[in-house]
């Protein structure tokens, strides 16, 4: 026979059995069966609603709360104490924003199916601009109702409030922090 085909010139018959079995007992076992996989629950479609809702209700209560602290009786006055009320609205409002931010990529299971990540992504990006800018609005018009209370220059003020308030100076730094991020 030509080279590499057939038996081994010097096999018997029964070499040629044993090749066979010991071949067949080695047969491939085949691959088991997955399990099913489980699934998680259908979220219904209205509790992306839901929680756009309540994140514009959490802004509302923090509005009922500036209001009921005199935030309305300060701004209809005028002056520098109208300017410094809707400083202080700006804060609640950033501070609130940056909340519903970090919850947004808690990745809160719930939350991440009713919503989506590419949307909870969405809106944490809307909520990051969104709250520095409003953090700034904070520290402009705040500094600009103190210093004109004061009869101070707004440069003056703001260092005063960095180097006198309490927390100023941690705030400061946090600002900071966040404008490197933004």
Known sequence: ?????????HSTASDRGAMTAAASAHRPVPAPIP???????????WWADAGAVAAGLSLLIVTVLWVGNGGVRQLTAGGA???????????LWASDLLLLQ??????????ERALGQDRLARWHRWAG???FWLM???????????????????????????????????????????????
């Open 81 to 91: 104490g109208a300017t410094s009320a809707i400083g202080r609205l700006a804060g």
């Open 35 to 45: 399990a099913p996989v489980a699934r998680l629950p259908v979220t219904p479609r």
């Open 136 to 182: 700034v609005t904070h520290v402009v018009l705040i500094t600009l109702g103190y210093a004109g209370a004061a009869h101070a220059s707004a440069f003056a003020e703001l260092w005063e409030m960095i180097r006198t308030y309490p927390g100023m100076l941690v705030a400061t730094a946090t600002a900071g922090a966040l404008a490197v991020a933004t």
């Open 102 to 111: 970090v919850l947004a990529m808690a990745r809160i299971p719930l939350v």
């Open 129 to 131: 601009f969104t709250s």
């Open 1 to 9: 026979p030509a080279i590499g085909f057939g038996p081994p010139p």
